[in-house]
């Protein structure tokens, strides 16, 4: 019965919230890695293009919201959420025209397009804060829980109670799905095979008659759906604050070149490494070892490795080793 109990204290602590934040850094990095991929530069605006994408849900969300219309248990964002991405993908492919074009044109080097990339940040983190202000921003609707702790209470009779969000099911499924579509889009379509071409060997995919700008507007349309969503998911599931997206900057650049940058599979794979990381090390296992632990011998103190202000400092030293001892990443991506 103690190890039931342990069991679903570890899940409720570690193991659901790990594969939610997972799944949306795993949507976060699939966003970086497409763009190094394709056009070669490491994106720094991609976490306030999820702010901008989350914000355009957001504000549509409350729209919505303020007619009555809403999804019965299911969050009202989800109905807004292809407003937000058609928004982000007219707001990125018009910072390519605007911005990224003409250093394509002039074939800068790739750190330029990073400078460039981290101007065009500040810029869309100024933007988003302006429009929607710089707190914290609540838009959730419909029913908190799909499981709650007192029912499981009264259904098992144990001690501890599992309780997993609405949220953190959505974010799963939906993190599942986009997956499946994007790989599927990828290796099963025309346009897909063209822009992994363009991706493996640039000259030779233009000498074979692809087209380079349908392929650059193609990734700018999938990196906006899958950030804008990534954003939503993440505002839904703990709470939409501009700052934050920017924050997770980090967590997001570690997964995919964790996962090896521009292998969209590693992409998926860094981002459970890195959420996984900061949730147990973050984690205070007293409750658990307490189960486990004969009277005893069971922990006085919180037994927590990292205090939670720092769990962005896993991150950057997870980033730090593999950058050291394996740059191409546990997928064997491109260098960085």
Not at 169 to 179: E, G, L, N, S, Y
Request: hydrophobic share 55%; net charge positive.
């Amino acid at each position: 019965m103690d190890f039931l109990n342990a069991l679903v204290a570890l899940s409720n602590y570690v193991l659901i919230p790990g594969m939610a934040y997972g799944s949306q850094l795993a949507l976060g990095a699939l966003g970086v890695t497409m763009v190094y991929g394709i056009l070669r530069f490491s994106n720094f605006a991609h976490g306030d293009t999820m702010a901008f994408g989350a914000m355009v849900t957001v504000l549509m969300t409350w729209w919505l919201q303020s007619l009555g219309v809403s999804l019965g248990p299911l969050p009202t964002a989800l109905l807004a959420l292809p407003v937000g991405i058609a928004v982000c993908i007219g707001m990125l492919l018009a910072t390519d025209r605007a911005v990224y074009h003409f250093y394509r044109e002039k074939k800068a080097k790739p750190v330029i397009l990073v400078i460039v990339s981290m101007g065009v940040m500040f810029i869309m983190n100024g933007i988003v804060r302006f429009i929607i202000g710089p707190g914290d921003q609540r838009f959730l609707d419909g029913e908190r829980f799909l499981v709650s702790a007192r029912d499981f209470k009264t259904m098992t009779g144990l001690q501890e109670g599992l309780a997993i969000k609405t949220t953190q099911a959505i974010t799963v499924v939906t993190a599942v799905i986009v997956v499946a579509a994007l790989f599927w889009f990828l290796n099963r379509t025309r346009a897909g095979k063209s822009m992994r071409a363009y991706s493996d060997n640039e000259d030779l995919a233009l000498l074979s008659g692809i087209n380079p700008e349908r392929v650059v507007m193609l990734t700018w349309i999938i990196v906006a759906a899958l950030a804008t969503i990534a954003g939503v998911l993440y505002g839904l599931d703990k709470t939409f604050k501009p700052f934050t997206y920017f924050q997770l900057l980090l967590p997001i650049f570690a997964a995919a070149i964790v996962g090896g940058l521009g292998s969209p599979l590693g992409a998926i794979a860094g981002g459970f490494v890195i959420a996984f990381s900061e949730v147990t090390i973050t984690y205070a296992w007293k409750k658990v070892l307490g189960y486990l632990m004969p009277e005893s011998l069971a922990p006085d103190s919180l037994m927590q490795l990292l205090s939670t202000d720092y769990k962005f400092a896993v991150s950057f030293t997870i980033l730090l080793i593999v950058l050291l001892f394996r740059p191409t990443g546990l997928f064997k991506g491109k260098a960085v």
